[in-house]
């Protein structure tokens, strides 16, 4: 489901590519993605020079689950911060791609101890990122591996973060 999601955004981009684009500086907007401590996520992104650009985003996750034959919830809260360096595709304008890194830092909260705590993570990132010039819209689709020293004891360490955002520009 997630993956349809990323493939409907980015045909979304590409589609819209015909109308005309231009330029911005700074956009807000959500950013929706498939990491494990930040499903959904409020997003800043600033261009900082021409080419690069600073995105940081505040998300959450959470779940009520069976496991063990307990029911428990788990939630978290996850701040992380983007360098990204942006290229043109000069036979579409508005549309750039971009690679970077990043770093997460997270809190986890449960009802089991084994998933609750602290942790941070690394990430290389890639992606497209779309201005439309008619509309203060920008549309963005990355992917974010996450390697994470986690805090949680019963929890993988890496995880494929792929995530679609929109964006009011100004």
């Not at 015909?18 to 992104?45: C, I, T």
């Not at 959470?62 to 000069?90: C, E, K, V």
């Not at 992917?143 to 100004?170: C, E, H, M, S």
Request: hydrophobic share 40%; aromatic share 18%; net charge negative.
């Amino acid at each position: 489901m997630k993956i349809r999601l990323l493939l409907s955004a980015l045909f979304l981009v590409c589609a819209t590519a015909s109308f005309a684009q231009s330029e911005y500086n700074r956009s807000v907007g959500l950013r929706f993605g498939s990491g494990h401590y930040d499903w959904v996520a409020a997003s800043y992104k600033m261009f900082i020079a021409e080419p690069v650009a600073l995105e940081f985003n505040l998300g959450f996750s959470g779940a009520d689950r069976r496991w063990g034959g307990n029911d428990w919830d788990w939630s978290s809260l996850a701040l992380s911060g983007t360098y990204q360096y942006h290229f043109d595709i000069p036979e579409v304008p508005g549309l750039k791609w971009f690679v970077g890194g990043g770093m997460s830092l997270y809190t986890a909260f449960s009802d089991l101890d084994d998933f609750q705590g602290f942790g941070a993570g690394i990430y290389p990132t890639g992606g497209a990122d779309y201005k439309f010039d008619n509309i203060p819209l920008n549309l963005s689709a990355d992917l974010r591996p996450t390697i994470y020293i986690d805090g949680l004891k019963q929890r993988g360490n890496f995880f494929p973060n792929l995530g679609v955002a929109a964006r009011y520009t100004f």
